[in-house]
């Protein structure tokens, strides 16, 4: 019971990676150590190279001590993605939940996300909430809403052979997809 739990050790042990990504005013480096605020420079870039932020953050006039936040430098909505999965990877959560990461993302950015969440998500429980079913395609068991109910469960095989709701949104979006490749 989540109730019989102190906040303290589940703040520490659950991190989650949104759509909206919110910097706070300051640092680069201060931005991703707000997971852990006794972290050491060395874990901090540690971090942001999991979350294939490193080069990025070295590009950037002031590198990690580059200014970011509201009335500050802007970053992409990647690259601010990526200091978020690096303030995750920091905190090493046993739980991670990652709601839409992916959402707004070009294709060329989803890739280096798609990777930096792979090496985040390893050993750990992770909970994932997309409509874009590419980015649930390595989950060991899914859970199909509508209606704010469950209305299938399974594996993404066992979806597909049941030829509900889940196999119709993965045929939409995989027609979809064709058709774009297609050049149609």
């Known amino acids: ?37 006794d972290a050491t420079m060395d874990e901090i870039i540690a971090a942001a190279k999991v979350a294939n932020a490193h080069d990025f953050i070295l590009s950037l006039p002031d590198g990690y001590e580059t200014v970011v936040g509201t009335g500050s430098r802007s970053l992409s909505g990647g690259e601010k993605q990526r200091v ?5 990877v920091l905190l090493a959560p046993r739980i991670l939940i990652l709601d839409e990461a992916t959402a707004a993302m070009d294709t060329e950015t989803e890739r ?46 066992e979806l ?5 709701i889940y196999y119709k949104l993965y045929t939409i979006q995989t027609e979809a997809m064709q058709k774009v490749l297609a050049g149609m």
Do not use: M
């Open 112 to 157: 280096l996300i798609q990777d930096a969440l792979g090496e985040l998500t390893k050993g750990r429980t992770t909970i994932t909430i997309a409509h874009r079913l590419s980015t649930l395609k390595d989950c060991n068991y899914l859970f199909a809403i509508e209606n704010g109910e469950i209305a299938e469960r399974g594996t993404h095989t």
């Open 1 to 37: 019971n989540v109730k019989e739990i102190k906040q303290s050790s589940l703040r520490r042990n659950i991190a989650i990676v949104s759509q909206e990504i919110f910097l706070f005013k300051g640092t680069i480096a201060d931005n991703i150590r707000y997971a852990k605020p």
């Open 160 to 164: 597909l052979d049941k030829k509900g």
């Open 84 to 88: 978020s999965i690096a303030r995750a």
